[in-house]
């Protein structure tokens, strides 16, 4: 017996992203792949509209079709949730962490996972004074306008750096953000000379970071740490705090592997 999705009329939903998720169920039921036809039969979509949105999955990366016309689960859905797992337990391994270099500089201090050409913040921990930056849980923004993400693109090479220009085009967010190819090598490699790396307000006017990479599971381009504060009360007396912190956390997170 199929069940259509034609027909249900959910209160809070939007319409084509639980159509996405139903064909995202059906194909994880097929080991082999699945036909367009039977998508269409066992979700009551029209052809038509399941290609278009299968379509739109392939190009995000979130299904793959073979030569034969079959589809099955891509590899992005595969790293997500691994990732959706590994942040779980950083989270709360790296909790006492980010309060204690929080109170030692009185700022902002944030954890980040790099996902892509992007960084997500993952947790933080905030100060109780009325001028703070606080940066949302969830959160994301592109690698060359963070300090970790300039941190995590020299992690990746030449090629990868490459490969990240030509598909991010390195948007413009303030006057300070770094635009060109060049001078983001320039960053990148003095940032990982130095093992640490600043934004000095190229993701919003007011706000400088400070940030270091958290070595995790043997690679250093998946995890880091960062202070953020209005651009006039950033120190470089940071940098050693965070380093010491990020060595605790590397130590932590390898400990809970382990464990597990």
């Given at each position: 017996m199929t069940t259509s999705i034609e027909n249900k009329k959910p209160t809070h939903s939007i319409q084509v992203i639980d159509r996405m998720s139903h064909l995202l169920d059906l194909i994880s039921g097929y080991e082999n792949?699945?036909?367009?036809?039977?998508l269409s039969a066992d979700t009551g979509l029209h052809?038509?509209?399941?290609?278009r949105i299968l379509a739109s999955l392939r190009e995000n990366g979130f299904v793959e079709r073979d030569s034969n016309g079959r589809y099955r689960l891509g590899i992005r859905l595969s790293h997500l949730g691994i990732l959706a797992a590994k942040n779980i337990d950083i989270r709360e391994t790296a909790r006492e962490v980010l309060e204690d270099l929080r109170d030692q500089v009185g700022e902002t201090v944030n954890l980040l996972v790099r996902e892509d050409h992007e960084i997500v913040y993952v947790e933080r921990a905030t100060v109780n004074r009325m001028m703070r930056v606080e940066?949302?849980?969830?959160?994301?923004?592109?690698?060359?306008?963070?300090?970790v993400g300039k941190l995590m693109l020299g992690e990746l090479g030449e090629k990868g750096l490459?490969?990240?220009?030509?598909?991010?085009?390195l948007p413009r967010y303030t006057r300070n953000t770094i635009t060109t190819a060049d001078k983001l090598k320039k960053a990148v490699s003095l940032a990982s000379q130095q093992g640490y790396a600043y934004?000095?307000?190229?993701a919003e006017r007011g706000v400088g970071c400070v940030g270091v990479l958290v070595e995790y599971q043997n690679r250093k381009d998946l995890v880091g740490l960062s202070i953020s504060a209005p651009i006039d009360r950033r120190s470089t007396d940071w940098i050693s705090l965070l380093m010491e912190s990020a060595r605790i956390l590397s130590d932590k997170l390898s400990r809970s592997v382990v464990a597990t």
């Open positions: 792949g699945v036909t367009l036809k039977i052809p038509s509209t399941a290609f940066q949302i849980v969830g959160g994301r923004a592109l690698l060359h306008i963070t300090a490459d490969r990240y220009v030509a598909k991010t085009g934004d000095d307000e190229e």
